[in-house]
């Protein structure tokens, strides 16, 4: 099957005609005091990690009907329809290779949904993440057994996934192009440079970088959808956390924030002057990512949840010695910028603190965003 060449790197995200049309609905940017109120409980660590490194430091450059559309995606996948495989035996779009991967669902969406991230990031795009997070969180949807017919599945799942899209993101304007992507995600090589549909060539790059890495993990092997529904979870004694234990200290944290500096959007991680601002949910939300990768449940548990996160953010500020405070960021006149709020809390760190300033500030000179800013007050 074709579709198992591996996707052309993407060099632009849009096409001259989308260009306008994408700029217009991520800069559309409604007011979302009342979206970012909103109290969220995930029941799975990996789902409140994944909102909270990739969501919430972004929230503001996403269209309000695409964080709804976002969250309503990631409520079905913390529920039971995450547990399923994320391969369906006999589905004729699924490539034989892939047959012998266990990931469930909720893995396999949320790693492809980090692959199309930083993909954006390369490219400079990451003002596309609203309608690309849409694309690759639901993109296979369509393999979660219908409770309406025995647990049957359609062997077609790309088109089913597009229809199960279809109520979700119908307050989207770029609704056709989010379920063209869909539907086409397993289409041949020639047939998806024909088509032209960024979305689509962002979320198969994605998907294919995903399952490669699924497939050169250890196969951990789990059972049959079937067996979990009738077997009940058998109580157990905590076992000891397998590996390393994620220390959260200063130089680990200097080591997860250097890299990113002037990479992420503006309201992550950035540089201006002789200070590195770190928005702290962000930072909260790549701890936990980086202890969960370890095996150290620990500290992700410390990282999420509402009890817990202020006690993690005041860990992680005694770590580096400093205190979230509220700043305003300004830009230059003639430059079209987001939309801020007045205030915007950042840990504040001195810039000689990491070992390359002179890279981090040539990394923030190819940013058209960051060159803009004027001043910090």
Avoid at 21 to 41: C, Y
Avoid at 96 to 117: F, M
Avoid at 140 to 148: H, M, S, T, V, Y
Avoid at 318 to 339: D, G, M, N, Q, W
């Amino acid at each position: 099957m074709l579709w198992m060449d591996k996707p052309p790197a993407v060099k632009s995200a849009t096409g001259p005609e989308e260009v306008g049309k994408d700029s217009r609905e991520t800069n559309a940017v409604a007011d979302k005091s009342s979206i970012q109120e909103l109290e969220i409980s995930w029941e799975h660590t990996e789902i409140s990690a994944f909102y909270t490194a990739f969501i919430t430091p972004h929230i503001r450059i996403m269209d309000t009907s695409a964080v709804i559309a976002i969250r309503e995606i990631l409520t079905i996948l913390d529920d039971f329809g995450g547990d399923c495989p994320s391969i369906v035996q006999g589905d004729e779009e699924t490539p034989p290779q892939y047959h012998a991967l266990t990931s469930t669902l909720r893995e396999h969406s949320l790693d492809v949904t980090r692959e199309a991230y930083d993909i954006l990031k390369k490219s400079d795009n990451i003002l596309l993440m609203a309608k690309i997070f849409v694309a690759t969180l639901g993109h296979d949807l369509g393999k979660i057994p219908n409770k309406n017919n025995g647990g049957e599945r359609v062997n077609l799942h790309a088109f089913k996934s597009a229809g199960m899209l279809e109520t979700i993101i119908k307050d989207l304007e770029y609704r056709e192009n989010v379920l063209t992507a869909v539907k086409s995600h397993h289409l041949s090589q020639p047939e998806v440079e024909r088509m032209k549909n960024d979305t689509l060539f962002i979320l198969r790059q994605a998907d294919w970088e995903a399952r490669r890495k699924e497939i050169n993990r250890p196969a951990v092997l789990s059972k049959p959808l079937e067996q979990r529904q009738k077997t009940a979870p058998v109580p157990t004694k905590p076992s000891p956390v397998q590996g390393k234990i994620f220390q959260l200290t200063t130089e680990n944290l200097i080591r997860i924030i250097e890299p990113l500096i002037n990479i992420n959007n503006i309201d992550s991680v950035f540089s201006f002057k002789d200070t590195v601002y770190v928005q702290p949910a962000w930072l909260q939300g790549t701890v936990a990512m980086q202890a969960k990768s370890m095996g150290d449940n620990n500290t992700v548990s410390r990282c999420i949840g509402s009890d817990s996160n202020e006690k993690m953010a005041n860990l992680i500020a005694e770590k580096l010695e400093t205190r979230a405070l509220e700043y305003r960021v300004h830009f230059i006149e003639s430059v079209k910028k987001p939309v801020l709020p007045k205030n915007v809390q950042y840990y504040t760190l001195k810039l000689d603190l990491f070992g390359d300033p002179e890279g981090i500030e040539e990394r923030r000179k190819r940013n058209s965003l960051l060159r803009s800013i004027k001043s910090i007050e």
